[in-house]
């Protein structure tokens, strides 16, 4: 049974940041490309971060460059999202996904407020 549980989300003040985990479990996880997502109020899901497997290749939202940086731990079959100088905008439930599967979390809700 595949399983995706997201954790680290809260509330934070604008220039703030955040390290989302999510930890897996029935899959390969050291054979997967991993993404992470978003949801805005309103809005439809969208494309945040991806790694390759190896983490050799990553690649980002133009929202999220220079700010955000993906990276997981095979050993641990844990994908990371840090998350710095976060931005009112960047406000969402945010989700683990591999890539091809529809398998996905409860997610973790990012609040970036003052």
């Known amino acids: 049974q595949v399983r995706l549980v997201e954790s680290g989300g809260g509330l934070v003040q604008p220039g703030g940041s955040l390290r989302l985990s999510c930890t897996t479990s029935?899959?390969?996880?050291?054979?997967?490309?991993m993404r992470w997502y978003r949801q805005a109020p309103g809005k439809e899901r969208e494309f945040v971060a991806m790694i390759t497997a190896s983490g050799g290749f990553r690649n980002y939202a133009d929202s999220v460059k220079g700010r955000f940086t993906i990276s997981r731990d095979n050993a641990k079959n844990t994908l990371y999202l840090q998350m710095n100088s976060l931005k009112p905008e960047d406000t969402a439930v945010y989700y683990c996904?591999?890539?091809?599967?529809?398998?996905w979390g409860q997610g973790t809700q990012v609040t970036v407020s003052s």
């Open positions: 996904k591999r890539a091809l599967y529809d398998d």
């Open positions: 029935g899959f390969a996880f050291s054979a997967s490309t």
